[in-house]
């Protein structure tokens, strides 16, 4: 499967934005694996929609997740473990000679008609996104996954899953919080308490002028932290672009007083910038320790900046209507 033409054909769908789609590249350059799995990791679109797309782009029906979730013994046997790890193939339904299975890539002939020989059975292909297929290649076969799929695949996979109106009424209770500060440190708390849930560890940094602080954290000390915006760092690197860097911490002299804080470089890290009026005043920094990837949810920890930022705005109006 072409990246580039998987990719082109998402922004020409209007499913992503061309800058989203440069992310995602950029974010493939540093960690591997195919465009759609990093597109995910981003938090750009979610696993369901992904999945509609590449049935569309394929003509190839999707499987459904819900018949992933108890495979029987029988029909997992039909596919040694061997072949299904060399193949990515996942057999999860069976009737009497037609065995259903789910592909990575299903235009892959040469496999089909392998395991059309070795079985017997007429194959039916479906297509399944990266992050299901080895998450449930761990699950039948005890094929080990990769960590970055991992924190996507795994504690959720056995909570029940939130329904629309639910999600919509958390958010709306956040947005209650936010508008209701009266100061600064208010905002900041209910950013990094808000974070929890997709990273272990955050922190806020302020920018003032050519120096950059730490603020408040958790499970980050950042008691008198301080770099210069002219090192090279990821503070650098978000200030100078004005955008989010997603990815390794990497070691260079300006990371260095953050990697001594976090005792050791992440292999997946993320800083935004919180904006007011087009102005840099501040970054939060998350990560799901040194070891670990972070979630795939990030839109929301984006959103949540976004929220804080009009939160900041909110106090200073307030501030300035108490000073008339």
């Known amino acids: 499967?072409?990246?580039?033409?998987?990719?082109?054909?998402?922004?020409?769908?209007?499913?992503?934005?061309?800058?989203q789609l440069r992310q995602a590249l950029e974010r493939q350059v540093i960690f591997g694996g195919r465009i759609g799995t990093n597109i995910l990791e981003l938090g750009i679109i979610k696993e369901g929609e992904m999945l509609s797309f590449l049935s569309t782009?394929?003509?190839?029906?999707?499987?459904?997740?819900?018949?992933l979730n108890d495979i029987d013994a029988e029909v997992i046997a039909c596919i040694s473990r061997e072949l299904a790890e060399k193949y990515k193939m996942l057999p999860f339904r069976k009737d009497r000679n037609r065995l259903h299975v789910a592909m990575l890539d299903p235009r892959e002939i040469s496999?089909?008609?392998e395991i059309r020989f070795l079985t017997g059975n007429d194959i039916i292909p479906y297509i399944i996104t990266d992050l299901r297929?080895?998450?449930?290649?761990?699950?039948y076969y005890d094929i080990k996954r990769d960590l970055r799929y991992i924190s996507v695949f795994g504690k959720d996979e056995t909570a029940e899953e939130k329904k629309p109106d639910d999600i919509k009424e958390q958010v709306l209770k956040v947005k209650e919080q936010f508008a209701g500060v009266k100061d600064r440190e208010e905002v900041i708390g209910i950013l990094l308490n808000e974070t929890k849930q997709l990273a272990s560890r955050a922190a806020v940094f302020l920018v003032r002028g050519s120096v950059i602080n730490g603020w408040k954290s958790r499970n980050i000390t950042v008691d008198q932290?301080?770099?210069?915006?002219?090192?090279?760092?990821?503070?650098?690197?978000?200030?100078?672009?004005k955008s989010y860097y997603r990815g390794p911490l990497l070691k260079m002299?300006?990371?260095?007083?953050?990697?001594?804080r976090l005792n050791g470089a992440?292999?997946?890290?993320?800083?935004?910038?919180i904006h007011i009026r087009d102005k840099i005043v501040g970054l939060l920094y998350v990560d799901n320790g040194n070891s670990a990837v972070l979630d795939a949810g990030l839109g929301h920890i984006n959103n949540l900046v976004s929220m804080a930022a009009i939160s900041f705005e909110l106090v200073i109006l307030r501030k300035k209507l108490f000073d008339l």
């Open 1 to 19: 499967m072409s990246v580039m033409k998987l990719g082109e054909a998402m922004v020409k769908s209007s499913l992503i934005t061309r800058e």
């Open 57 to 67: 782009f394929l003509k190839v029906p999707p499987v459904k997740p819900s018949d």
């Open 111 to 113: 496999s089909i008609d």
């Open 133 to 139: 297929m080895y998450y449930c290649l761990e699950k």
């Open 225 to 241: 932290f301080e770099v210069s915006v002219d090192s090279l760092s990821i503070f650098s690197e978000v200030l100078s672009r």
């Open 253 to 260: 002299p300006g990371n260095e007083p953050l990697i001594e």
């Open 266 to 273: 992440p292999q997946d890290c993320c800083m935004i910038p």
